[in-house]
């Protein structure tokens, strides 16, 4: 069997026209190696032969590079080995690959080291090395991109297509009447719901209910600081919903110059109770702004003056206003 293919193969190679990829020579010129491969213009569905060809001087002793079952991206198949031409000083020795391409294209080669001896009594014992440089071999496909267009079948995918599309309408109408249904239910089926008006609270209520809420959150044990500017917030809030007054933003000194001078004439604000509010605004800013770290007792003594200031400031309308 090994017979005929190396006939075989030893046939085609005659028979066929070779193109030599790659060729090197060693310095000296004693030895030259090249990889050609047969057809030139190798296909698909070729038998494609691949030749290491090396010719040394008589000289030299080579040893054949061993290959695996894959050359790059090749698929060996066949491996000959052959002995073309002997003369007085040269010869020539074949390695024929026969090899299987996996798909079109370029298909890279792996650079081949040859071993050789030579065998002169001197230089017997060292041993050479000669190595043929990678190279590229071009696959072509046998089919062209003509026939290969399957543009005039009517394709699985597109028809697949269709009836994807036309079970989504289908889908999309069924979830816009069920849609319809619902609402019709849930307006048919419904109760009455009674709305109860909520009680409105008056400015006083509300800032009590704020200033609990602040307590029970306990930021003082997280974040003093910001506590403090919530409390100062609290007691703004509500001197401003009690009068007309409007600055969130004014300093405490530009606060309280405010309510003792521009109010003066409309509101009674008793001389104890500014002074109250301003021993309260003023140990804020101690905390706010130069950094103050109350205790314990501290802090529940401002939450008790924010209280009573809201308990107490209850704004009136001077009478002397309405006095002929």
Not at 1 to 20: C, D, W
Not at 116 to 127: A, H, I, N, P
Not at 321 to 324: A, D, K, L, T
């Given at each position: 069997?090994?017979?005929?293919?190396?006939?075989?193969?030893?046939?085609?190679?005659?028979?066929?026209?070779?193109?030599?990829l790659v060729?090197?020579?060693?310095?000296d010129?004693?030895i030259?190696?090249?990889?050609?491969?047969?057809?030139?213009?190798?296909?698909?569905?070729?038998?494609?032969?691949l030749t290491?060809?090396?010719?040394?001087?008589?000289?030299?002793?080579?040893?054949?590079?061993?290959f695996?079952?894959?050359?790059?991206?090749?698929?060996?198949?066949?491996?000959?080995?052959?002995?073309?031409?002997?003369?007085?000083?040269r010869?020539t020795?074949?390695?024929?690959?026969?090899?299987?391409?996996?798909q079109n294209?370029?298909?890279p080669?792996?650079?081949?080291?040859?071993h050789?001896?030579?065998?002169?009594?001197?230089?017997?014992?060292?041993?050479y090395s000669?190595?043929?440089?990678?190279?590229?071999?071009?696959?072509?496909?046998?089919?062209?991109?003509?026939?290969?267009s399957?543009?005039?079948?009517?394709s699985p995918?597109?028809?697949?297509?269709?009836?994807?599309?036309?079970?989504l309408w289908?889908i999309?109408?069924?979830?816009?009447?069920?849609g319809?249904?619902?609402?019709?239910l849930?307006?048919?089926?419904?109760?009455?719901?009674t709305?109860?008006?909520?009680?409105?609270?008056?400015p006083?209520?509300?800032?009590?209910?704020?200033?609990?809420?602040?307590?029970?959150?306990?930021l003082?044990?997280?974040?003093?600081?910001?506590?403090?500017i919530?409390l100062?917030g609290?007691?703004?809030?509500?001197i401003e919903?009690?009068?007309?007054?409007?600055?969130?933003?004014?300093t405490?000194e530009?606060?309280l110059?405010?309510i003792?001078q521009?109010?003066?004439?409309?509101?009674?604000?008793?001389?104890?109770?500014?002074?109250?509010?301003?021993?309260?605004?003023?140990?804020?800013?101690?905390?706010?702004?130069?950094?103050?770290?109350?205790?314990?007792e501290?802090?529940?003594?401002?939450?008790?003056?924010?209280?009573?200031?809201?308990?107490?400031f209850?704004?009136k309308?001077?009478t002397q206003?309405?006095?002929?």
């Open positions: 069997m090994n017979l005929l293919l190396t006939i075989l193969i030893i046939g085609i190679s005659t028979a066929s026209e070779f193109h030599r060729e090197t020579e060693s310095a010129g004693r030259r190696a090249s990889w050609s491969v047969s057809p030139a213009k190798p296909q698909l569905s070729d038998t494609i032969l290491l060809e090396i010719e040394t001087d008589s000289t030299l002793q080579v040893e054949m590079p061993a695996g079952s894959t050359l790059g991206d090749l698929e060996i198949a066949q491996i000959t080995e052959q002995t073309n031409r002997i003369t007085a000083d010869e020795k074949q390695l024929v690959l026969q090899v299987v391409p996996q294209g370029i298909t080669i792996w650079q081949t080291t040859i050789y001896t030579d065998q002169r009594e001197e230089l017997r014992e060292k041993s000669l190595t043929l440089p990678a190279t590229e071999l071009e696959i072509q496909s046998t089919i062209t991109p003509e026939s290969a399957l543009d005039h079948i009517s995918s597109d028809i697949f297509e269709f009836r994807s599309t036309y079970f289908i999309v109408i069924l979830v816009i009447v069920f319809f249904v619902l609402i019709f849930f307006r048919f089926f419904r109760k009455p719901v709305v109860t008006p909520e009680s409105t609270l008056t006083q209520e509300i800032a009590l209910q704020r200033l609990a809420l602040l307590i029970n959150s306990r003082h044990e997280i974040d003093v600081k910001n506590f403090f919530e100062t609290i007691v703004r809030w509500y919903q009690q009068t007309d007054l409007r600055a969130p933003e004014l405490t530009e606060f110059h405010e003792t521009q109010w003066e004439h409309r509101l009674v604000l008793s001389s104890e109770l500014r002074d109250r509010l301003r021993l309260f605004l003023e140990s804020a800013d101690m905390v706010k702004f130069a950094k103050f770290q109350p205790s314990q501290e802090t529940m003594l401002g939450v008790r003056r924010a209280e009573e200031f809201i308990f107490q209850a704004p309308i001077n206003e309405n006095q002929p």
